[in-house]
């Protein structure tokens, strides 16, 4: 019988933990909000086959780079990277990839946590029927009220309390996050193939599949390669520390590579399945361009729902749906931060998910003050959650991922990667040192940058800030588009978001 690994974080006890808990830290929320509209824009099919394409060749070699790394020591990616530069003798500045990893992932826990606690809300609001008869303008309205009112916003913290009890109820103990990873995720997908279903016998779902996944040459262009290469490189959480705590907590005898492969297959179907699901209930933004993000799922979603016969148990399903996206995406991230803080001051478990939780409620304030009563607060132009979001997403995850590339393409020695992944064609192995080298820094690099670039682009256009170049209209003092007619938005920009 094999000895144990030797492992200050325990192991899972099954063997099928790690596919479930990468699930989970694939599929989040840009599988329900961003893939479907971008395939619906850029392309259909030829997106899809182009993501995928990506995932396998861009994001998987990262993922499987970090995940083996923490196989290979049983620790979080900070204590694997000291082991490596010690085992070496590499400058220890090199753990600083660790850290900054850390702290990324920490960030978005943050946010994670401040969204659920919006789909939380949406459970409730879909259950006691406020999405009956709904307009758009009335949906607008009452995101707004939740999210930005600066009188109401003391409701905002408690739902957003109320999700970080949630998710610390489980988190409080290794054996429950298993049993979450390997329970929830199952039904997750029972229950989008029911809705995927119900979609179908509803007449609708073979329009919102056509939208999402239908091949359209017309629609293909520069913006469908490159929304197809960054959304790859984001949704598998590359450069936030997970893959090194998934493959750390790995059970002896886990099929690794079959499993992250089947996470990248299982990643691209729930996109298109969620795709059929909700386009196919707001059958009226399909082609839109304003049918994505906090729009699609939290004004044109609850629109449709509210148009159907019993829509209090459908809204129901299909916003428990998008909360355990959040939650267990929630779960994953508060893993990989928890088990580095039990590796760094030795704290039992329960001291270090109390310590996290509670500083990722204090952090997320920050987010949610930021979208109320701390609105008129800017640095440079930005809210203070902009800047978490732009200074994460743009500059700490990427510089992760590509530093990580090079300190394995480069700084290890022939023979370093084989023995990562174990038994593997050489052939596949050389094409993943030739990636880690040559590819995937520069590409990570220019994803980063370009991130950056749109997302103040899309600032400026939203007119969210004051130093951007004015338009040939405020130029000669005419009033804009908008400003010429007045569109019912509702109040504030989270719909916007």
């Given amino acids: 019988m094999p000895t144990p690994p030797k492992t200050t974080l325990g192991l899972w006890s099954g063997r099928s933990t790690f596919f479930w808990a990468a699930a989970a830290a694939t599929i989040g929320l840009g599988n329900l909000w961003h893939f479907p509209w971008l395939a619906s824009q850029y392309g259909g099919g030829y997106f899809v086959l182009l993501y995928l394409f990506f995932l396998l060749v861009i994001t998987l070699p990262l993922l499987l780079a970090e995940a083996a790394l923490g196989r290979r020591h049983r620790h979080n990616l900070v204590l694997a990277m000291r082991s490596e530069t010690r085992d070496r003798y590499l400058s220890p500045r090199w753990r600083w990839l660790g850290r900054v990893s850390v702290l990324s992932g920490f960030l978005v826990l943050s946010i994670t946590l401040v969204i659920g606690s919006i789909c939380l809300a949406y459970v409730f609001y879909g259950a006691f029927g406020l999405f009956g008869g709904a307009t758009p303008l009335a949906m607008t309205r009452m ?264 300190f394995l393409g480069w700084m290890t020695p022939v023979g370093y990667l084989s023995g990562l992944l174990g038994d593997t064609r050489e052939w596949l192995v050389t094409m993943w040192r030739f990636a880690l080298r040559y590819l995937l820094p520069v590409v990570v690099i220019v994803v980063g940058v370009g991130y950056s670039v749109m997302s103040l682009k899309l600032l400026c256009d939203n007119g969210e800030l004051g130093w951007c170049a004015p338009t040939p209209n405020e130029l000669r003092g005419e009033p804009s588009a908008e400003d010429a007619v007045e569109t019912p938005r509702g109040p504030g920009k989270a719909a916007e978001f």
């Fill in 143 to 406: 995101l707004g009220q939740l999210v930005e009112s600066p009188y109401d916003y003391r409701g905002f913290m408690a739902w957003h309390l109320f999700f970080i009890v949630l998710v610390g109820a489980v988190a409080f103990r290794q054996r429950l996050v298993e049993r979450a990873f390997r329970l929830v995720m199952p039904v997750f997908l029972a229950l989008l193939a029911g809705l995927v279903w119900w979609s179908w016998d509803q007449g609708v779902g073979l329009t919102a599949l056509q939208s999402v996944a239908g091949f359209r040459w017309a629609d293909v262009g520069g913006g469908t390669l490159w929304f197809a290469l960054s959304h790859a490189f984001y949704t598998l959480g590359i450069g936030l520390g997970i893959w090194a705590v998934l493959g750390a907590l790995m059970a002896p005898g886990s099929p690794f590579k079959r499993a992250v492969f089947g996470v990248a297959l299982l990643d691209t179907v729930v996109g298109v399945l969620a795709g059929v699901v909700i386009y196919g209930i707001a059958e009226s933004l399909n082609g839109s361009g304003d049918g994505r993000g906090f729009g699609l799922v939290f004004v044109a979603l609850p629109v449709g729902l509210g148009a159907l016969e019993h829509h209090q148990l459908v809204a129901t399903a299909v916003f428990t749906l998008i909360v355990l996206v959040a939650w267990t995406s929630a779960l994953v991230l508060a893993e990989s931060v928890v088990s580095w803080l039990r590796e760094w001051v030795f704290a039992p478990r329960p001291v270090s998910v109390l310590l996290v939780l509670v500083c990722a409620w204090l952090t997320g304030l920050v987010t949610l003050y930021s979208f109320n009563i701390w609105a008129d607060v800017q640095v440079a132009g930005l809210t203070p959650f902009r800047w978490i979001e732009l200074l994460t997403s743009g500059l700490l995850i990427p510089a992760v991922a590509a530093a990580l590339a090079v």
